[in-house]
């Protein structure tokens, strides 16, 4: 199994301060990486997503910024607010019909 | 649409009995999968297919089955529990287009074994 090695495992930010998150990847056939958003007792749901021939993607408060070269990617929260506490998972995939492989989850908690 | 649906929500067995955990999408995926999601342990694949009557293992498949007859259902089977599958279990479904996959998961199936 390819892994994606993600962390920090728990972040703790101010409201209104920056979230980071950053995911490691080995498989160079990954060719799609994408958030995934879960609150507690939900399941995960996409949250944005990057391809390697970007090096950066915004939407709205969530930027994922991408290093092909390091094989790293980060997903960065600005202004963070408590609605944004939730488990974030970075993923891989490659073409054609291979599984999403995930990151082991990093658990935010956005305090007042 | 509905999505991607999961019953029971929560299950309790005893150590040794059997179940069958229920998936369903009705957006025409062809790609459907199972995850256990574990404290610390992130998302793990135990099985997945691509197209009915195509299956194949994922990361921990020991103790499961499952089969894909038709697109929309993908139950996931539970030969003899274990403790050790005590767990948090979502079924996701996805399409790929253009090179590029959104899973969509379903409410997440809480089993508790004794």
């Known amino acids: 199994q390819q892994q994606v090695k993600q962390s920090p495992q728990s972040l703790i930010v101010q409201k209104g301060g920056i979230s980071i998150i950053n995911c490691a990847y080995e498989n160079t056939a990954f060719d799609y990486f994408p958030w995934y958003q879960q609150f507690p007792g939900k399941g995960p749901a996409l949250l944005i997503a990057?391809?390697?021939?970007?090096s950066e993607k915004k939407e709205g408060r969530f930027t994922i910024s991408f290093n092909k070269s390091a094989k790293q990617f980060s997903l960065h929260i600005m202004d963070s607010q408590p609605g944004d506490s939730a488990t974030y998972f970075c993923a891989g995939v490659g073409a054609g019909n291979t599984p999403l492989v995930f990151g082991k989850g990093t658990r935010l908690s956005v305090i007042a | 649409n509905a999505g991607v649906t999961q019953t029971p929500k929560f299950q309790v067995l005893k150590t040794g009995q059997s179940m069958t955990l229920q998936c369903a999408q009705d957006?025409?995926?062809?790609?459907m999968s199972w995850y256990r999601q574990d404290p610390g342990m992130g998302l793990r694949l135990i099985h997945y297919?691509?197209?009915?009557?195509?299956?194949d293992q994922g990361e921990v498949p020991n103790g499961y089955n499952v089969s894909r007859s038709t697109t929309e259902d993908f139950p996931l089977r539970l030969l003899s529990a274990a403790p050790s599958q005590t767990s948090v279990y979502f079924c996701?479904?996805?399409?790929?287009?253009?090179?590029?996959?959104?899973?969509?998961f379903g409410p997440g199936t809480r089993l508790l074994v004794l």
């Open positions: 990057i391809r390697p021939d970007v």
């Open positions: 957006m025409n995926h062809e790609y």
């Open positions: 996701a479904s996805s399409y790929q287009r253009e090179g590029q996959e959104t899973q969509y």
């Open positions: 297919s691509v197209g009915a009557g195509i299956t």
